[in-house]
């Protein structure tokens, strides 16, 4: 928190659609005093702002905790979802990262299994799809074990951690040229099948998710590894390796079908 | 009329177990027949969803957010409490209790305290059986530490992303049960009325923030489990969508409000930097573990910290508080640092932020270690500050965090309206008048998973099922009143946004109604939260319509929630005249600074009743203290 504020003068083009029918198209906005402590988010409020007392409809973005976990926000800034920050969601970005002068273009997630709202507001209700699809483990309330009574070895139970991390933000099916979910469903499909807990349904689970991610209109992994470079929880594509083998254990070595 | 928390008989250890045998039981073929509305899906919402459905229940669940995964439950960081004891060091759930007792200084219910310690132990194993990726030791089994001021060890954590992963389990087992068919999910909807016919909460009128359109579910049994009501404050740690007009609606409908004042400050957030501000971020409160809380000795010192030597360093918390130290309770640490940063030694640009240093600690345990226990809160706080904190102190200051008031609930977690269930941050029953560290977690999942579901059936089992369906004249008209209040906001067309009246009023409650109150400013903040409001009916302006999305009416209907919720909250603690946890009233204190609780007067819950245009009338529900003696916080 440096004494001094600095302040910059950039242009926005951001994407402005009224509906998924409508035809949409850049509008370019003149943001004249960004204040380079601000939040990307919290440039766009000030935009809004504005534009609401200009009498314009301000630019619809979906947000919600603005810490970065809840995986609410999130946009392609400059072609890359979140922002030219490493392992950053959009809400952790800072103003300091752009220059005065800077020309921003912004657009939503864009995929085909992630359909237009309005703006820069995506349906990514076929994350949740995916998750029903055996992205859990089926345990009703009440039935549990003692904790302790499965030890879980201390690397594996960092990495099952490390994959749990995704908070379904989506970023790795915009980042990708055939719009996968492989690194989404491969994170579910790691976490559970590392620990113990998630053995017995591994076949069920990896057999279903691979059929729901087709099914949805997701496309598939062509080792691209856009995903991992955008993803804000630096989640690795070991775990689509690790989904690929879970797969294929699945389909030939399981009674699973 | 006093209220009656309906707390079962018998000694303490033997309530919750005797009234599980007692509450009446649905036949397992009849529970298909009774359909369930839950509004929420934080820890609270989702765990109680996916339960109710595995029961055999016909289950409607809502929530505001595009997927039930994002609840702010998610942002929490440090950890959940059980009393396992598997550390060792003399833990129990009478120490859990006890300590949640204390914590909350004695205006909890000791009967709801005691189960909530009873079953954080299950709440622990059912976690570990979803795959929830706990922290464990070498030899594979769990981890635990110690946190927010607990002098044993019993908080479980994974990584500072505990909240996530606890949510993300109970998300895990509502998928299950919206793949099953049990549970019919239906995100992106707000409530915007409950529908109460013959004194029962018979459904619910939501809005459907895609396409505007109001929708209206008849169930037997209505459960909010709608958070708390931060954001009053407007800057707060809370998320942006976290909002009171669901309990608010609940209130207006005749459900009490209990202990609205009651709300806790964090001690340790990033402080505010510029106007512009969207909200405040929490660093977990585990940071003090290892971190040590100190201003210059000098007010005014303009040093950077690395240069002030030793002995021109001001300890406060360890100098005041010799036995606790950095680890003292939220609320003590919250005025701690603000008593100091009123008296002038604050730091920082503004002068109200303190340092949180890791020197000796690093310097003791290596920089490995501190970046192993708290690598991703010092990345955060470099990525949101731009500066290190592995060389240079962090700055901290209190802020808005959680809310222990709430709709008031009796033993079984239902309100005084029957069939109207509340439960998680949404009902006042578990904290008092102050949270522990670690407790909400808990809180939320034992009300979800293993209260509620024997409770609500104890309800259904003796009710018969609502005969009420959506075409009743009490849905049309909340439908109808939902549609003129939408119109009429969007009809004031004045010239001043939404979150400008938000701000403002953020303001006047975080001055009058925040970490420090008295009578003068109380009643001051009534008034100026009346002209606000005045003023927000004249002068708003909310662009675009009704018929799709639309984030300014969506703010515009809660800010107007909480315009009158902040009068309910200033009058509240202007009628406790006492101080207590987080509630500190100036004119109650002892010598030395801290709360002066009156054990005489107002050992009680306080529950508002609304009235319409006459002034909402205060009830009480007289707190007994059986097991736990009341006696003065010391921390000293």
């Keep these: 928190m440096t004494e001094e504020t600095t302040t910059i003068h950039i242009q926005l083009k951001v994407w402005r659609q009224k509906a998924p029918q409508e035809k949409g198209r850049f509008e370019t906005i003149d943001v004249p005093d960004v204040e380079t402590h601000m939040s990307f988010l919290e440039m766009l409020d000030v935009v809004n702002e504005r534009l609401t007392l200009e009498g314009r409809e301000p630019v619809e973005f979906d947000h919600d905790c603005r810490e970065g976990i809840c995986g609410m926000c999130g946009a392609v800034v400059d072609g890359i979802a979140h922002g030219p920050e490493p392992a950053t969601t959009l809400c952790q970005l800072h103003m300091r990262k752009f220059s005065d002068g800077d020309v921003i273009v912004v657009e939503p997630w864009r995929a085909r299994a992630f359909p237009m709202v309005k703006d820069l507001v995506v349906d990514r209700s076929a994350l949740d799809r995916l998750v029903e699809a055996g992205g859990y483990i089926s345990v009703n309330t009440g039935s549990a074990p003692e904790a302790n009574t499965l030890p879980v070895p201390q690397p594996r139970a960092d990495e099952a951690m490390d994959a749990a991390a995704c908070i379904g933000c989506g970023a790795c099916v915009a980042a990708c040229p055939n719009a996968s979910a492989m690194l989404f469903t491969g994170a579910k499909v790691s976490h559970l099948a590392l620990l113990p807990q998630g053995r017995p349904e591994a076949a069920r689970r990896a057999l279903g998710m691979q059929r729901a991610m087709d099914g949805l209109g997701f496309g598939n992994c062509s080792n691209e590894r856009e995903c991992e470079a955008v993803c804000p929880k630096e989640i690795k594509i070991t775990h689509i390796a690790r989904l690929n083998r879970e797969f294929i254990k699945a389909s030939l070595g399981s009674k699973e079908r | 009329m006093a209220l009656d928390g309906r707390v079962p008989e018998g000694p303490i250890q033997e309530k919750w177990d005797r009234h599980r045998f007692e509450l009446k039981l649905v036949n397992p073929a009849n529970k298909r027949k009774y359909r369930i509305i839950v509004v929420g899906t934080g820890l609270a919402g989702g765990s109680?969803?996916?339960?109710?459905?595995?029961?055999?229940?016909?289950?409607?669940?809502?929530?505001?957010?595009?997927?039930?995964?994002?609840?702010?439950?998610?942002?929490?960081?440090?950890?959940?409490?059980?009393?396992?004891?598997?550390?060792?060091?003399?833990?129990s759930i009478w120490r859990l209790f006890y300590d949640t007792v204390k914590g909350g200084d004695y205006r909890s219910r000791e009967a709801n305290v005691y189960r909530l310690a009873q079953i954080s132990n299950q709440i622990i194993d059912q976690c570990v059986a979803q795959g929830v990726p706990f922290a464990r030791e070498y030899g594979g089994l769990l981890a635990n530490r110690s946190f927010g001021g607990a002098q044993v060890s019993r908080t479980f954590y994974a990584r500072g992303q505990t909240g996530q992963q606890l949510l993300l389990g109970a998300y895990s087992a509502l998928c299950r049960q919206i793949a099953a068919g049990k549970v019919e999910m239906l995100p992106r909807r707000e409530m915007m009325e409950l529908v109460v016919e013959g004194d029962r909460a018979v459904g619910i009128v939501v809005r459907n923030l895609l396409t505007g359109g109001l929708e209206r579910h008849a169930a037997d049994a209505v459960v909010l489990a709608t958070g708390g009501y931060g954001n009053v404050f407007f800057l707060s740690t809370n998320a942006m969508s976290s909002n009171v007009s669901a309990a608010f609606q609940a209130y207006r409908k005749g459900a009490l409000f209990a202990n609205p004042c009651f709300s806790q400050i964090h001690p340790t957030c990033i402080p505010r930097h510029g106007d512009y501000q969207s909200k405040l971020t929490l660093m977990s409160e585990s940071l003090r573990n290892d971190g040590r809380v100190w201003v210059p000795a000098t007010p005014g010192d303009k040093r950077p910290p690395n240069e002030i030597p030793e002995e021109e360093r001001d300890y406060y918390l360890e100098r005041r508080y010799p036995s606790f130290g950095?680890?003292?309770?939220?609320?003590?640490?919250?005025?701690?640092?603000?008593?100091?940063?009123?008296?002038?030694?604050?730091?920082?640009?503004?002068?109200?932020?303190?340092?949180?240093?890791?020197?000796?600690?690093?310097?003791?345990?290596?920089?490995?270690?501190?970046?192993?226990?708290?690598?991703?809160?010092f990345d955060m706080y470099r990525n949101i500050v731009d500066e290190d904190p592995y060389e240079t102190p962090m700055m901290i200051y209190p802020a808005t965090h959680y809310t222990m008031g709430g709709l008031w609930v009796d033993y079984n977690l239902m309100?005084?309206?029957?069939?109207?269930?509340?439960?998680?941050?949404?009902?006042?029953?578990?904290?008092?008048?102050?949270?522990?560290?670690?407790?909400?977690?808990?809180?939320?999942?034992?009300?979800?998973?293993?209260?509620?579901?024997?409770?609500?059936?104890?309800?259904?089992?003796?009710?018969?099922?609502?005969?009420?369906?959506?075409?009743?004249?009490?849905?049309?008209?909340?439908a109808r009143g939902v549609e003129d209040r939408v119109r009429s906001l969007l009809a004031i067309g004045g010239n001043r946004t939404?979150?400008?009246?938000?701000?403002?009023?953020?303001?006047?409650?975080?001055?009058?109604?925040?970490?420090?109150?008295n009578e003068a400013g109380l009643q001051e903040a009534v008034g100026l939260v009346a002209e606000l409001r005045e003023a927000f009916f004249k002068e708003l302006r909310v662009p675009g319509g009704a018929g799709d999305v639309n984030q300014s009416l969506q703010k515009a209907y809660r800010v107007q929630d909480?315009?009158?919720?902040?009068?309910?909250?200033?009058?509240?603690a202007l009628e406790r005249r006492e101080s207590c946890g987080g509630h500190f009233r100036e004119e109650y204190q002892t010598e030395d600074g801290e709360a002066r609780r009156d054990d005489e007067g107002f050992c009680h819950v306080a529950a508002w009743e609304y009235r319409g245009d006459e002034p909402p009338r205060r009830r009480e529900e007289p707190l007994r203290f059986e097991n736990v003696a009341l006696s003065q916080r010391s921390y000293k």
């Design chain 2, 48 to 91: 109680a969803s996916a339960s109710l459905a595995e029961l055999g229940y016909e289950v409607k669940t809502f929530c505001i957010q595009d997927t039930p995964r994002r609840a702010h439950s998610i942002a929490a960081q440090g950890g959940i409490n059980a009393a396992k004891n598997y550390p060792n060091d003399g833990d």
């Design chain 2, 326 to 377: 950095n680890l003292v309770p939220r609320d003590v640490a919250s005025r701690a640092a603000k008593a100091i940063c009123d008296a002038g030694f604050g730091v920082g640009p503004t002068g109200y932020a303190v340092y949180l240093d890791f020197a000796d600690a690093i310097r003791r345990d290596g920089r490995d270690t501190i970046r192993k226990k708290y690598g991703n809160l």
């Design chain 2, 415 to 478: 309100s005084n309206i029957p069939g109207l269930f509340v439960i998680g941050e949404a009902n006042f029953s578990d904290h008092g008048a102050n949270r522990l560290g670690a407790s909400a977690l808990m809180q939320g999942l034992a009300d979800g998973y293993f209260v509620l579901p024997y409770t609500i059936g104890g309800f259904l089992a003796e009710a018969a099922p609502s005969t009420v369906q959506t075409d009743h004249a009490a849905f049309d008209a909340a």
């Design chain 2, 498 to 517: 939404v979150d400008s009246f938000h701000r403002k009023l953020g303001e006047i409650m975080w001055e009058h109604c925040g970490m420090a109150r």
């Design chain 2, 562 to 572: 909480f315009l009158d919720f902040a009068e309910l909250m200033a009058r509240d």
